[in-house]
């Protein structure tokens, strides 16, 4: 049952992975406000009305992607579209629609200020604050004074309705699977929903009324914004610190929060959208970092197909063995991916301030715009590194490990193998590459000098292996053959780096192992 579920995740993945991030959440987003609107028009969905939904989602949209135009043009970034149709369908879910002008006037100002803190609130060209959660708390906290009441808008989170229910978890569950925060999500929606059950029997007793699970439950789960909340905004990588253990204590934080909203001074709550503010501030915490960036000093192709660039850090870089970096490259007119990719890094933290990538060429025909940029940069271009990330990381302990790697998927092993050369500790590894063909081996005399046993999968045999390298006969890569040739697999933890597909279809073999931890080519 446990490998069918791995496999179908992988195979879920690799579908999602041909969409951008953003144009998954995008057409997500659109995809819930048009059932919206639908069920609205049946009378499923009382309130808001369809004009109103129609109204508000054209208010904020042209709003938000106007000011976003102009700040993106005076900063001399490119210009998202997708960013600011996303932050104004998560704002047209969380605040009350309307028709009047004030209704209208409030949902322009949210708007207004949820774009303006992308630039204003950030951090290295990253988020520090939720933008559609930052414009939906202004907005809310001035409507409780006096001098704004005026404002015909609040936030509402009219999404949490029973009949949007399966909507957001089937919309929901293909983000995550995108983003693979199903577990942080999880965290969070388990705490939520048990706080706010809590926090209802506690005023049962203070009421002296009847206080029934079953409904407590239902209320919370069904009937509340946490699954929206969780799925569309906490997830959201930018506002998301670099290591998982961070990110479950962001997840918990917020679930708190969410579940039992704290009064203010008896004029406003910390509601749904305060509580994922504190949650960003909590992560802006655990990701700060001193201003990195990288001086490209050479590039070379280490498969026809693949290159290397090395750099020269400029300002303390921190990473573990394992993990990536996200480079950003600016570049005019970038297409939907934007001006960021994420590297595992090649080099071990002992080689530095020199710092290595790799990446493949991919499309010649129709190259993305990232990867026209980077390939024209030169030898003295500087990059800048957004951070660092990722839970990729060998066991502390010495015991046996596997490591499967897929094409250029061998970069993290090689930092990983690297480290434990330089440190001089004894581990047990085997390293399985699979590739196309035999040209397509990238690292070879690096990996040699490792000592690490490797078993390569091509279809033509490798010339002049090393011999504590094998050749598997130009066999194919499956469950049946990783257990042929790594029969002591039930003993070693199980690291594999790769498209998604061969992730499924290694898992019936891969859940034998003590342990697997993965490294799938998703995107971002």
Known sequence: MITSITALRQRVLALLGGISMYRLVLFALLALALIAVVLSALGVIVAPTPPEIVASFAVLAVVISGVDAVAQRILRLPWRIESSLVTALILLFVLRPGLEPAALLGL??????????????????????????FGAAVVSILGSFGAFEWLGTSSSWWVGTPSLFIPVVVLGLAVLWRTEKVR?????????????VLRQAVQAQEFDIAFDLGSALSFAALQSPFLFLGAFMLSEPLTLPPRRWQQFSVAALVGVLAGWPIAVGGLFTLGQERALLIGNLLAFAFALRGSVRLVLERRRFITPTAQELTFHAKGRVRFLPGQYLELDVPHSRPDARGTRREFSIVSAPADLPTLRIAYKDGDQKHPSSYKRALAAAEPGA???????????????????VLMVA??????PFVSQLRQLQ???RQQDVVLVYVASDSTELAFRDELTETGARVVVFTRDEPAGLPAHWSWAQGARLDA??????????????????????????????LQKARSLTTDAFAGY
């Open 108 to 133: 322009a100002i949210a708007g207004v200020v949820a774009s303006l803190s992308k630039y204003l609130i950030a951090w290295r060209g990253r988020h520090i604050l939720n933008p559609a959660a």
């Open 184 to 196: 942080i999500v999880l965290v969070f929606l388990v705490i939520a929903i048990g706080v706010a």
């Open 382 to 400: 500087t990059l800048a590194v957004t951070g660092t990330w990722g839970d990729f990381l060998l066991p502390r302990s010495d015991a046996p």
């Open 406 to 411: 897929a094409g250029i998927g061998v970069t």
């Open 422 to 424: 330089s440190t001089g």
């Open 480 to 509: 049946e053959g990783l257990e042929h040739h790594v029969p002591d697999l039930r003993a070693r933890h199980a690291y594999i780096s790769g498209p998604p597909r061969l992730i499924a279809a290694l898992a019936p073999a």
